[in-house]
């Protein structure tokens, strides 16, 4: 037959247990009802997301168009009839592909430093994350290959290839002659605002790498045809700066509509999530002060002299 010692133990310690457990299945509900509310808001941001850094993106080229295409123009007024546009910018187009090739020596030192144990965790992908089949894409329709399957991306990936080949090829990739059709086929890839290297390494860190090297091959080949001969009339220039300018202006307000709509729906489930937070709070609240009480019973309990009965 137990004793009261026993029975008064058992009493609070039972006492304990459904205090703790009420508490946790709060907890557990509220993380619920967290994620529900995160869901409910992520397809309706993402879009804004996305349109904002697209048009961050598109914007800041227009701008770097408009303003070559202006200093054309400053150089053809002040040569006048002896303008030679290859021979008068030459110096000017050496500095724009200087200003990027140090990203593009920054993505050959990244892949450079990755180990063959990098690339091994990278292969025993049975299912790799999107970003990764994303970024092996990529490299593989930049180096012109018709099959971008994960079977073709692990050729490049295994050691051999990888150390011995592709690096050096990498670091030598012919940037000048990217064509317009290459460039348009990587263009969505660009514009999606998760394929940034961070973010990339996030999922692995060679693909981070690589689309470090993807990004910057991309960019050096978008300003090497931008900053080409064109031939354009002083007419045809003035024409193309004000087009340029009413497409910054547009996307001026394409971001700041977006950014507004996005400023909103940001505010509207940081409120809702206090709510949420603070109906949680008014229910646990409570209970935390029973279950300290049940914790200081039992342990009054557990602290008592045996007695028998």
């Known amino acids: 037959m137990h004793s009261d010692y026993d029975k008064s133990l058992k009493d609070a310690e039972d006492n304990l247990n459904t205090k703790a457990n009420q508490m946790g299945r709060l907890k557990v509900e509220f993380d619920h009802n967290l994620n529900k509310l995160q869901e409910s808001y992520y397809p309706k941001m993402r879009p804004l997301k996305e349109q904002v850094y697209q048009s961050l993106h598109q914007r800041a080229y227009i701008e770097k168009e408009a303003e070559w295409k202006q200093r054309i123009l400053d150089k053809m007024r002040q040569y006048g009839d002896d303008f030679n546009e290859e021979r008068h910018l030459m110096k000017e187009r050496d500095e724009e592909l200087a200003l990027i090739l140090p990203k ?96 990339v390494a996030a999922a692995s860190i060679p693909c981070g790498a690589l689309c470090k090297w993807v990004r910057s091959v991309y960019e050096y080949a978008r300003i090497k045809r ?25 996307k001026k307000e394409e971001i700041s509509g977006a950014e507004q709509k996005l400023q909103g729906l940001q505010a509207e489930f940081t409120q809702r999530k206090k709510d949420l937070k603070a109906r949680y709070d008014q229910t646990m609240e409570p209970l935390q002060e029973t279950f300290f009480e049940a914790h200081h019973r039992f342990g009054a309990a557990y602290c008592s002299p045996r007695r028998k009965n």
């Open 226 to 250: 931008m900053i080409r001969c064109n031939g354009l009339t002083e007419d045809e220039l003035l024409d193309d700066i004000e087009r340029l300018q009413e497409q910054q202006n547009l």
């Open 104 to 199: 593009f020596q920054d993505a050959i030192a990244s892949l450079k430093a990755l180990t063959p144990e990098d690339m091994s965790v990278l292969r025993k992908y049975e299912h790799p994350p999107g970003l990764v089949l994303d970024t092996m894409e990529a490299v593989l329709t930049l180096k012109g290959e018709m099959d971008n399957s994960w079977e073709a991306a692990q050729v490049i990936l295994s050691d051999t290839y990888f150390f011995r080949f592709f690096l050096n090829r990498a670091e030598n990739f012919d940037k000048d002659s990217v064509s317009e059709e290459l460039l348009d086929q990587l263009k969505a890839i660009m514009l999606n605002p998760d394929f940034e290297p961070v973010v």
